[in-house]
């Protein structure tokens, strides 16, 4: 086992990897109550289209199946999984992303218990027709749902916009159509492709003593006869630079209008510390562009076109990156045009100083600092950064190295009108 | 297990909460102002704090005050409204980093500390009023916010329910006050009643870090001082519908219909049966194990969501779902069997053994945060209790099936609620 100290934030880190190829890490955190425990799959709502473990060809599986697999998997022969973690005191929870499944629980007593329910529900899968079959009823008000919700219809109908073939402009959930031809031996097929220990990464945050752990996870692998797997094949189709859709207008049941507009990434192809160094250069051009403390924000605000929903993120993964910057507005339009020109500006004549790019850093340790604070964010964000090949514990001192010129060349670089999309949510009578 | 010491000194016309830990990276400082919930004030006071927020005298532009801020390495400041009991409380937060995990040794709590009493007491004043342009721009996100409820439907049939249930009693009141009550307020009422709240509201000042009570206390003494008062109390009174269930359909173009049932339980903090309470919810519709969870989605495949949620001050309770619209029926026939089920002592002693293991650890873990454990710990200051954690989980873990079903027999349905679709089914 392996042991990383964090001397200016006094945390260590223990980490081995096992004879199966399981990524094991553990991070003590004495004086909580809470354990926090992550199991996770690299595979989310894009892995669309794979060679399935044994076989020859490519296949395309139905829109919205890894977030249905991350439903089932609770459900066994004998009844299901939740009921058994909160007999032992613990909550658990799953979540599909777009390259990610995580099952997860957290507890104050009873950890090896819970730890050991956790590593085995995940992988003795137990899928039968009839459980199919209900879960597309649940599954279906979930669709609904987010169906109804305008803030989920504008992020999703902007990377529409963004994205001309790439997968993750579908819904994670899929549609109530596509969802309608998932079967049993489609949900095994993804399994066994995908839930292989080797493509698989624990995180134990906690009170916990770390070689009691370790242990405990390695005999529960060793018991399990993994055989070695084959490098998973993923096939993704060709996407142009530009944007699919200038702009895309979806009338819904709602009084505020909403408009965001989004950037398509670059460098999208980056591993490990370019890809750290690209994704918060990014951040932080958009934090001086449009942080709190900007001038552009503080006009926009003054002038009553944005209010205190306008938000800004940068989202990158392998193969897809894009930024969107918006909010509820009163004149969508207006707010598009103004972002563009702002945009556009800053692609020119990127106009900062140091003393900016050193307060913008020192705001971002700080959220640093405040996000691990908590034990689930460092669980889902470590294990984010090492399916990238990056170390979240590398971000203080990456942010530090960030130049003026660096902030410039991105701007300049990622900055052009065929890469910005717009979307807007309208009250629909109007 | 690790509760929290919470030290509580009387400071000059307030109350100074010390919780020292070093579980966090960050010191976190939380100023609470609590006043009887009132439809004169409570506009006036959802708009205050976001006022006094802008900006202050030495930091008269928002650009200004976020720089600075952006400079302590960070330092968030925000704040928020909220309803508890028929209380309105407006909550002002600052969080920074702790020093000793930064290579720079700026003082950072004493310049968050110096940084809330700026923003409390020497806001931007332009004669007899708040700065005009500030407030102007305030007013108009405040209506924008009070607007943006009827988007979010779930908040929005939430609400509505509240409305209707609550309809001549004070908590009827949206937390961001009334639409139409916003364009009276001028820069010189509104200072008038920043004055009046600080004269009057019960105040409370929490910090929560691994800080040192004597250096806050001595850093405090010299930077925020009040007048001596005695805070007005509220008793809730006891509301029981004389007629049969209200019920409320309202259509709209939605794709899901959500369904929202209000209960009394005349039940608050403080009372003796609010535990039996706490873990009657548990069982009833507070978990993914609860019986509103197993039947409406699990067992009838109905809904993605059905749960129920108390509130402490008032004595409700809350139960929500979304379903498709010709399910309202069976939905409402489930939930209320469920009620029923849980009168008449039917759930097994495993419910009741894994309901009270998972709200122990659910307390446990939301003293693991910061702002989790200032919340439990205000209870006590909205109720006038001293209940510390420890003695919640005591008290919670010594119930019985007996009170519980006790508890139950006193939960009376009053409304239901239903936003319904366009084609509704029935």
Known sequence: MDKITFDQLQEELYHEKLPNGLDVYILPKKSFNKTYATFTTKYGSVDNTFIPFGKQDYVTVPDGIAHFLEHKLFEKEDGDVFQQFSQQGASANAFTSFTRTAYLFSSTAEVEKNLETLI?????????EKTVEKEKGIIGQ???????NPDWRLYFGLIGSLYHHHPVKIDIAGTIESISHITKDLLYECYHTFYHPSNMLLFVVGPVDPDQIMNQVKENQAKKNYKDMPEIKRKFEEEPDSVAEKKTVLPMNVQTSKCMLGIKGIHIQQYGEEMLKNELSMNILLELLFGKSSENYNQLYNEGLVDDTFSFDYTQEQGFGFAMVGGDTSDPDQLAERLETILLDAKNSLAFTEEQLERTKKKKIGAFLRAINSPEYIANQFTRYTFNEMNLFDVVPCLEKITLNDIQKLAQEVIAEERIAICQVIPQNK | MEAAVEKIIQMQGYKLHVIKTDKFKTN???WRMKAPLTKEDVTKRALLPHVLQSNTANHPTTAGLRSYLDDLYGATLFVDLA???EYHIMSFYVEMANEKFLSDPTPLLKKGLELLSEILTNPNVKGNGFDPQTVEMEKRTLKQRIQSIYDDKMRYSNARLIEEMCKDEPYALQVNGNAEDVDAITPENLYEYYQK???????DLYVIGDVNEAEVKSILSGLLQFADRTPKKITVGEYQRDSDVKEIKEQQNVKQGKLNIGYRTNIVYG????????????????????????NVREK?????YAASRLESHKGIMMVMSGIDNKNYDQAVGIIKDQLEAMKKGDFTDQEFEQTKAVIQNQILETVDTARGLLEILYHNVVAGTKIDVETWLQEMQKTTREEIIEVANKIKMDTIYFLTGMEAGN
């Open chain 1, 142 to 148: 979930e669709i609904t749902m987010y169906d109804d």
């Open chain 2, 271 to 294: 009372d003796p049966d609010y535990f039996a309470l706490q873990v009657f919810n548990g069982i009833f519709g507070g978990f993914s194990h609860s019986k509103l969870f197993i």
């Open chain 2, 28 to 30: 976190t400082i939380v």
């Open chain 2, 197 to 203: 709240a600080f004269a009057e509201d019960e105040l």
């Open chain 2, 83 to 85: 309803k508890k009991g």
């Open chain 2, 300 to 304: 009838a495949s109905l809904a993605y």
């Open chain 1, 120 to 128: 085995d529900f995940v992988q003795s899968p137990y899928f039968s």
